[in-house]
Structure formats: structure tokens, C-alpha cells
């Protein structure tokens, strides 16, 4: 991971069960959605290069609540990212799953300071249901979204191609997905890039 770019400072800011508890809008924000356990959480570490910034776990639906970072990015001014909830994950409770949809609608439509959302799908799994009808939605509101193929250290490099070109297709994506590892830092350099270009 020598090579990947870093974030300057990250810091953990606080978590929001409700959006009365949601902080003040200042710098722009980047959200992170995907399903449970697809790896957000871990993405956000490796991409700041701040290890145990944001909470991982090995049991899905874990995070429950958004949580707000402060990251200085490897270059140019402040940003705020958030780690939503995960989704469609079934063990999960169902009074759980239900706060869920409100709690990241309110979030995604009201807050005027989120530039982008970063859709991250398994890169062995790809796109479901939930992430055609996310992408569908985002694009009804006029929100950017940034697809992510992530732990795409599981996958030998010549399935990577077919991934992503099925990803583009199911998605009906103009540009393709980025391809990602919190284990090796791939990826990284090309979502700064992406992230730098929303705000
Ligand atoms: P929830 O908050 O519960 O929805 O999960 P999450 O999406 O935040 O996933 P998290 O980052 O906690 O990662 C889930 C599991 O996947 C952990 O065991 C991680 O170590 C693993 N993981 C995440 N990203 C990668 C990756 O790029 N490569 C590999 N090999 N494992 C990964
Ligand atoms: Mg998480």
C-alpha cells in the first residue's frame, strides 16, 4: 500500500441514530453505501490510510448508525465522510431494517452538502436488485453516485474485466466502476480522483 494516496488527517466526528442528531452542515460530504458486510467500512480505512478509523466487523449489519468523519484529503480543502448503515442484510431485525430506509433517505435527499454517494458492490457478488434500485433513485434526485467494486483482491486480475463490464452493464453506467481492495490499496488513487472531481 506503499504507493496509495492518504488522506492528511482523518478523524472520527460523531455517529447519528435520527436526523435531529445529524451535525451541522459545513464541508462537503461524501457518503459510502453498500450492503451489509460488502466492506464500507474497511474501504474508508485503507482510502484515508487511518487504520480502526471506522469500525469493521465480520458480522454483517453492524453499523446501525451514520457515522461522520473529518478527512483532510491528499490534496485540496476538508471533507466530511459518512458511513451509512449497511443494507439487506436478513438477520438484521426487522424494526432495525425498517429505521434504516427513513433514517438514509432523510440523509441523502436533505443534506445539501453531500456531493457524492460511493456505491460499493462486491466485486464477486456485482449488482443486485438493491443496487439498480439505489442508482435508479440517486439519479431521480440528482445526486452523483460512484460505483466501487471492492475486495477485489479475491478475484484473480482476469476476472476483473468481466466484473466490471457486467457492473456497467447492469447499472447502465456511462464510465466504469472503479475496482478496489482494503488489502492491497488498489483502487485508491482512482477514487481520490473521483471524490476530488465531486466536490
Ligand atoms: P457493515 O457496517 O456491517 O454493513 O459492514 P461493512 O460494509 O462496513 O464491512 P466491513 O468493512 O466491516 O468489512 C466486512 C468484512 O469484509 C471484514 O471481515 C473485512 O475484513 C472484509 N473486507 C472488507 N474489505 C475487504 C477487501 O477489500 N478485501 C478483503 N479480502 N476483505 C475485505
Ligand atoms: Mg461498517
Known amino acids: 500500500m506503499a504507493l496509495s494516496p492518504r488522506a492528511r488527517q482523518a478523524v472520527f466526528v460523531k455517529s447519528a441514530p435520527t436526523p435531529a442528531t445529524f451535525p451541522p452542515e459545513g464541508a462537503p460530504e461524501i457518503a459510502f453505501a453498500g450492503r451489509s458486510n460488502v ?3 474497511s474501504l474508508i480505512n485503507a482510502l484515508t490510510g487511518f487504520d480502526g478509523l471506522a469500525r469493521t466487523s465480520r458480522t454483517p449489519g453492524r453499523t ?3 457515522n461522520w468523519f473529518r478527512v483532510v484529503p491528499p490534496s485540496g480543502p476538508e471533507l466530511a465522510f459518512v458511513d451509512l448503515p449497511g443494507y439487506g442484510f436478513a438477520k438484521v431485525a426487522r424494526d432495525l431494517r425498517a429505521a434504516w430506509q427513513p433514517l438514509v433517505e432523510k440523509f441523502v435527499t436533505d443534506r445539501a452538502v453531500l ?12 449488482a443486485e436488485q438493491e443496487e439498480e434500485d439505489l442508482l435508479e433513485w440517486l439519479d431521480s434526485i440528482d445526486k452523483p453516485a460512484q460505483i466501487v467494486l471492492t475486495k477485489a483482491d479475491k478475484v484473480p486480475k482476469s476476472k476483473r474485466f468481466p466484473a466490471v463490464a457486467a457492473a456497467r452493464r447492469e447499472l447502465r453506467l456511462d464510465r466504469d466502476p472503479i475496482c478496489f481492495s482494503a488489502e492491497t490499496g488498489e483502487g485508491a488513487a482512482e477514487l481520490w480522483r473521483a471524490i476530488a472531481s465531486s466536490v
Open 115 to 126: 456531493k457524492l454517494v460511493v456505491v460499493i458492490l462486491d466485486i464477486r457478488r456485482g
Open 64 to 66: 446501525q448508525l451514520l
Open 39 to 41: 466492506g464500507k467500512s
